[in-house]
């Protein structure tokens, strides 16, 4: 059973920046795609960005692209999720997810492990 764990959320100004992370235990972490999706209050989940198991490909949601990147380091079990240039509208609770295949999918139900989730906060 894999188990993740984000960190790094907060609370910030627009225009700043903040990282987060997710670590993995159980499960081969090299294995698997990993996304990082988010959910404000009142709104559905959506997805932010994926990351293949190499890390040589990456996708992004139009509403990130050019401010977020997402990298991983395999032999640290961790996935990350730099955000730069943040906006009021970035504000919710991001959750990192994993897929035990080896093709990407910006669809939650294609994610068989969650992390609990951390709250990211972008004030005017």
């Known amino acids: 059973q894999v188990q993740l764990v984000e960190s790094g959320g907060g609370s910030v100004q627009a225009g700043g920046s903040l990282r987060l992370s997710c670590t993995a235990s159980?499960?081969?972490?090299?294995?698997?795609?990993m996304g990082w999706f988010r959910q404000a209050p009142g709104k559905e989940r959506e997805f932010v960005a994926a990351?293949?198991?190499?890390?040589?490909?990456?996708t992004y949601a139009d509403s990130v692209k050019g401010r977020f990147t997402i990298s991983r380091d395999n032999a640290k079990n961790t996935v990350y999720l730099q955000m730069n240039s943040l906006k009021p509208e970035d504000t919710a609770v991001y959750s990192c997810?994993?897929?035990?295949?080896?093709?990407?999918?910006?669809?939650?139900?294609?994610?068989?492990?969650w992390g609990q989730g951390t709250q990211v906060t972008v004030s005017p």
């Open positions: 997810a994993a897929r035990s295949r080896y093709s990407m999918t910006v669809c939650p139900g294609g994610y068989a492990y």
């Open positions: 159980g499960g081969t972490f090299s294995t698997y795609t």
């Open positions: 990351i293949s198991w190499s890390g040589g490909s990456t």
